[in-house]
């Protein structure tokens, strides 16, 4: 086996790349960078500009299957110019990987698995999705997944299996949200936005990592969510974090509409309530490491959680 991914220097691409390497899988990636181009016998970089639907198509060569996790990330301040940012980057990504493989012969690839989001999850704090819901959030994020999966479903035609991994709170220490709450907390400035009821279907890197293998390794066709078995509530996370480094929660609640004043539209992000299944996957026989928001803490935390035990 042989993978091309877009967004392979991202957080969660980075974590692909090392269990791929682990096991002998070689890499190609696509970078907008040409300085950051690296040349080694597994980990192959090429150039491209989506923007401009321009490609390297020696990228494709010996590849057999395709990982997509090109986009801007959502957790910048949502301006008028980053929004489309946020859509183009993901929408162009898909068009220009449509337009190279309908240049080249696909028949060696066998699977395309693309990230989503479970922003596309209509908010609600008494609804566990599963794949089959069909509702798209009324918000700015609600119609960029949904644009983004229209796009990824255009490439059918091709003939190799196509997937898609709606992603949930990714944990890790390396980026994304988890260094943001923690850190206040860490610091006696942690608290709980809004009630606290809102659901946070959140998923351990390594465990998101390993659902974009067992896809292409498995062929798998259609939605996947990419969250672990157990979503907790944002006061639930809060709490547990608060447990981990032994300190108190001293601060009031904080509602809506402070965090809009500061963030603006983006603040949407911290209050939207997704309680989100991962049944489907788990029945196709994937295995989670991480099932649970305490052995998940405990490998970001263990020093912390073995000192807070003392």
Same mark, same amino acid.
């Given at each position: ?150 796009? #990824? ?139 649970? #928001? ?17």
């Amino acid at each position: 086996m042989k993978l091309l991914i877009t967004g392979a220097t991202g957080l969660v691409g980075r974590a692909i790349v090392e269990i791929s390497n682990k096991h002998g899988i070689a890499v190609n990636y696509l970078t907008t960078r040409r300085d950051k181009i690296i040349s080694n016998e597994n980990f192959q970089g090429f150039y491209w500009n989506p923007s401009r639907n321009e490609i390297d198509l020696a990228c494709f060569e010996g590849v057999t299957a395709i990982i997509n996790l090109a986009g801007a990330s959502i957790s910048e301040r949502w301006t008028a110019d980053y929004k489309n940012e946020m859509l183009y980057s993901r929408i162009n990504s898909l068009k220009t990987l449509n337009y190279a493989l309908g240049k080249i012969d696909t028949t060696g690839i066998t699977s395309f698995v693309s990230a989503s989001a479970i922003g596309i999850y209509p908010s609600s704090q008494d609804h566990l999705y599963t794949e089959e819901d069909q509702g798209v959030d009324d918000s700015f994020l609600g119609e960029v997944v949904q644009k983004w999966e229209n796009e #990824i479903d255009a490439l059918s035609h091709f003939g190799f299996s196509v997937a898609k991994v709606r992603i949930g709170l990714v944990l890790s220490k390396d980026g994304g949200a988890l260094p943001k709450i923690a850190k206040p907390i860490k610091s006696y400035m942690g608290t709980v936005f809004g009630n606290g009821k809102q659901w946070q279907s959140w998923v351990h890197i390594n465990d998101l990592a390993k659902i974009f293998l067992f896809i292409v390794e498995n062929q798998l066709e259609g939605v996947y969510n990419g969250v672990a078995p157990n979503p907790i509530t944002h006061k639930k996370m809060v709490h547990e974090l608060a447990k981990v480094f032994n300190v108190p929660l001293l601060l009031p609640h904080i509602p809506q509409l402070t965090m809009k004043l500061v963030l603006g539209e983006m603040s949407y992000l911290l209050y939207a309530s997704q309680r989100v299944s991962s049944k489907k996957i788990a029945e196709e026989g994937f295995v989670f490491d991480y099932p649970n #928001i305490g052995n998940a803490l405990e490998f970001f935390y263990n020093g912390e959680l073995k000192h807070s035990m003392g």
